[in-house]
């Protein structure tokens, strides 16, 4: 950890080509058409071979970039190439919002890249999110549930609505209870009595713009899921179960009914 970094300080390690983002400062969530102060810590791993610039950019969900800084840390004072290894440089960074910008979440991009190098795909990685204007409240007309996965998360509510034949929409509420250290997503599976799969889907919360590692404590995220039946999809009794695992290892967050939760039992006749 850095000693004189800001009490906001927070440790973020990513390679980024010949230099590291050691970490970050972020002040308070700003309101549109102020300005978002930022501080980047680099490290350099060895002494860059060229003159680097880093950037940052505020990204909504479908991928506009609202604003951004971009330029030399340091300006023109003190170049990548007169880095030392190991050495840490503090880079401040100033977005400024503009007094259009809708509320909601934004991410906050950051990379490094050679500006001698046209065409080349700058290192870039995630930094943190923002969130502009107040939290979004949840529905009042969620089944309650209440049940946490992993002490980690918990599943504050759902609703279940019939979309078209054979169609229904799920909406999960999902709240953090802490902060959530992996990366998860949720499946829905409507399974027969034999335990066999007859409709399903996979896929992160919220559509995967907001990833669980990096909810905090608080965080309300909305998911919403299709199920889609066949026609000629037997009579009988099918139940409802959701749940949360990691993609990489298909770990399952563990759940008082063992590694998921049984919303609903269905009966077709």
Do not use: C
């Amino acid at each position: 950890a850095d000693p004189s970094a800001p009490a906001s300080y927070q440790e973020r390690p990513s390679d980024l080509g010949p230099i590291e983002l050691a970490g970050y400062a972020l002040e308070a969530n700003p309101e549109p058409g102020q300005e978002l102060p930022l501080t980047l810590t680099w490290s350099a791993q060895e002494i860059p071979p060229g003159t680097y610039s880093s950037f940052v950019h505020l990204v909504d969900a479908g991928g506009t970039s609202w604003a951004q800084d971009d330029g030399p840390p340091l300006g023109e004072l003190y170049p990548t190439t007169s880095w030392r290894p190991g050495e840490m440089v503090r880079d401040r960074k100033n977005l400024s919002l503009p007094v259009d910008l809708p509320d909601g979440l934004y991410r906050l991009d950051v990379g490094m890249y050679d500006p001698a190098s046209p065409g080349h795909s700058p290192d870039r990685v995630t930094l943190d999110f923002v969130r502009i204007g107040t939290e979004p409240v949840p529905p009042t007309d969620l089944t309650p549930s209440g049940v946490i996965l992993g002490e980690q998360i918990q599943l504050q509510g759902y609703a279940l609505v019939p979309t078209d034949k054979g169609a229904w929409t799920l909406t999960l509420a999902w709240a953090a209870e802490d902060q959530v250290q992996n990366v998860y997503s949720a499946f829905v599976h409507l399974v027969d009595e034999t335990g066999e799969i007859q409709a399903q889907h996979d896929g992160p919360p919220g559509g995967g713009f907001y990833p669980t590692s990096f909810w905090r404590q608080g965080d309300v995220v909305m998911d919403q899921h299709t199920l889609s039946l066949a026609d000629d999809t037997p009579a009988g009794a099918y139940r409802l179960l959701v749940g949360l695992y990691q993609p990489e290892t298909g770990e399952r967050l563990t759940t008082p009914e063992g590694d998921h939760l049984e919303l609903e039992t269905w009966t077709i006749p």
